[in-house]
């Protein structure tokens, strides 16, 4: 079975500074899609940026971009010139490429804090 | 062009009664997921379903939870006999294919007294 692992549980950054986020996965399929979800303090689930696992270039969405490894199983994600607004629950998740299914498989989820 | 939309947006049930969770899909969409998110937790899939048939619902708890998504309406989760342990907030996504991206609605949250 396929797992998420995000190691950090809170993370800290100065307004305007750059942070990242880890996540690590297993599986053993080769064809796959990897996901940032952001959740606010409104809860709601808002989808930051998605790589799919054939492409080798990393995605990129104005500050937000990924660090792709696939041997390595990591997908971080970077966020460049950090807002106030940034400051979130983020959660990496996975989801086959292949099969009836099309879950998704959360982490744990990384409280990032923004400091003015 | 409206998102997914969930209702009600809060819902308080006593022990023992019924919870039932609307879910309209963004237009054009004909793939629904529910998740479920416990205090502090991350999502956990429950069910997906495509109009009228269940296809995974591995994630959902045997007894007292149903998932529907009729040809017409909004896609209904049910959970009957309710019991504190269901307090969460319940998170439904659709999506255009089953490829396509989930976008998520803003939850319903639970609260079982």
């Known amino acids: 079975a396929q797992t998420v692992t995000q190691s950090q549980p809170e993370m800290s950054v100065q307004e305007a500074e750059t942070v990242t986020l880890s996540c690590t996965y297993d599986?053993?399929?080769?064809?796959?899609?990897l996901f940032w979800y952001k959740q606010p303090p409104s809860r709601q689930m808002i989808l930051v940026i998605r790589q799919e696992a054939y492409k080798q270039q990393n995605a990129t969405e104005n500050r937000f971009s990924v660090n792709f490894q696939k041997a390595a199983k990591s997908f971080s994600l970077k966020i460049s010139d950090s807002q106030l607004g940034d400051a979130a629950m983020y959660f990496c998740a996975y989801r086959s490429a292949g099969g009836a299914t099309n879950k998704l498989i959360f982490g744990t989820g990384t409280l990032l804090a923004v400091q003015p | 062009n409206a998102g997914v939309m969930q209702n009600p947006r809060h819902l308080v049930r006593r022990r023992g009664q019924e919870a039932r969770l609307r879910c309209s899909p963004m237009k054009g969409h004909s793939h629904v997921y529910w998740y479920r998110q416990l205090p502090e937790e991350g999502l956990k899939f429950m069910v997906y379903?495509?109009?009228?048939?269940?296809?995974?619902e591995s994630g959902m708890p045997k007894e007292r939870f149903s998932a529907e998504f009729p040809k017409e309406g909004p896609s209904i989760l049910r959970i009957q006999q309710v019991v504190r342990g269901d307090s969460a907030a319940y998170f439904c996504?659709?999506?255009?294919?089953?490829?396509?991206?989930?976008?998520f609605g803003p939850g319903t949250r639970l609260l079982v007294l």
């Open positions: 996504a659709s999506s255009q294919s089953a490829r396509e991206t989930q976008y």
């Open positions: 379903l495509q109009k009228e048939n269940i296809i995974d």
């Open positions: 599986t053993s399929e080769s064809d796959y899609y």
